[in-house]
Every structure is written in C-alpha cells, then in structure tokens.
C-alpha cells in the first residue's frame, strides 16, 4: 500500500567518486557502503516535489528539496539503496513531517526554482542553526540530449535506479519507492557554489561530476518499515 504519491521535476544529479573508507565510518553499523569498480560516491541531488499527497487527500503539498547523498547496501543482504547525510527543503511542514514519518535527516532552507529559456536556475541557502552549519548550493543547468534508458549494471544505473533509501535510526528505518525508470537526458551544468559537503563534514571532493538530468517523474512512496 501506497502512503504518498508525487511528482519530481527538473531532477539534476552530480555525482563525485571518492575512497570508501572516508564514506564507511559515517554509516550505521548494519550497512556498508556500496562501490562500483573500487570507488564510493557522493552525489548532490536537486529537483522540485510538486503535488505531494498523503493517500485519498484531495491537497498536496509542493517545495524544491536538494539532498547529499551515498549508496549502501545492508550488511546481512537486501537491495542497495540511498543513505542521505543531509535533506534541505523549502517548506517547514514538509520538514517536519518527514522528520517525524520517515527519519530522515530534513532541514528547512530557502530554494528558489525558476525555470528560463529551457534552463533551470535552481539557488538553495540553508542557514545556519546551533545544531547545523550552513550550507549552500546554486546551478544552472539544461539538459542536452534525447531521454535514454540506461544500461543495467552501467555507472549510469548505479548512480540513479536506486528505489530505497535507509536511515541511521535504531533499527535501521528503511523507505520504498517505486516509479518508471528515469527518464534520463545529458545535461550541461554551472554549478556556481556548493558547500554540501563541508556541511555535512566533508571535504569537497574536487574535480568534474558526472551529470545527468530528468525532467518529469511521478513518484510513490511506501510507510516507513523497519531493517530487521
């Protein structure tokens, strides 16, 4: 049974690679982080939630959210999924509410979305409290090509078919989603400040993401289970 359902649009993920063992000390101890050829990544993940509905209400809400994230699988088997260390929206019911339902890393910061000439101007500022730093995120970005359905067991599909995310609350809460496969495009981006990764205790990992952009997705999503 379905608890919510959605709408993800103008979706950009930037991807670095990094060492593992800088990414495996800040998980729980029943999950490990997950690699591809060697390497962990971190991805900073942008989009606007638009028409978000608790199941049989006639209202939904809407807010722009950009998250950093890691992939994890479960120590004792099960499917990968997404470890987030840090969830910035721009509405503080939402916050609130996926704090409480899900436990889930949410902070409230101000995002702005507005789309000009085919591109997305996408600024998020999350001020700081006394239990969390700033942090800041800006792009431009406009997608490139034709939608593509990626390869499995690509790079590609490892970075973006990811349909659970996992939790550090004990046990470990896990959430399910489920949609079509991204509707993914190649993508040119300007990222103009992201200080994602020193908020969340990070160093930047430097160098060039790998991008790819999705425009429109309908999303469900499942009540909260436990990892048992």
Request: proline share 9%.
């Amino acid at each position: 049974m379905n608890l919510l359902s959605m709408r993800w649009r103008h979706t950009l993920f930037a991807h670095w690679p990094v060492d593992p063992e800088l990414v495996e000390p800040r998980l729980p101890d029943r999950l490990s982080v997950a690699t591809y050829d060697g390497r962990a990544w971190l991805g900073v993940v942008s989009f606007d939630m638009t028409d978000i509905r608790p199941r049989g209400s006639p209202i939904g809400l809407g807010f722009p959210e950009v998250n950093l994230r890691t992939y994890v699988e479960p120590a004792d088997g099960g499917p990968r999924g997404v470890y987030f260390f840090t969830l910035d929206a721009a509405d503080r019911l939402g916050v609130t509410m996926a704090r409480l339902g899900y436990r889930l890393p949410y902070h409230y910061a101000n995002i702005s979305v507005e789309e000009r000439d085919g591109a997305v101007d996408y600024e998020s500022y999350r001020p700081a409290t006394a239990e969390t730093p700033d942090a800041r995120f800006e792009a431009t970005y406009r997608p490139t090509g034709e939608v593509r359905t990626l390869d499995p067991g690509s790079l590609d599909a490892f970075l973006v078919e990811n349909y659970r995310f996992y939790t550090d609350d004990w046990p470990v809460v896990i959430g399910d989603i489920d949609h079509d496969p991204w509707p993914i495009q190649d993508v040119e981006a300007e990222i103009r400040a992201n200080t994602m990764f020193e908020a969340c205790g990070f160093d930047h990992p430097g160098g060039d993401p790998i991008l790819h952009y999705a425009a429109d997705l309908d999303v469900t999503a499942k009540p909260p289970a436990v990892l048992r």
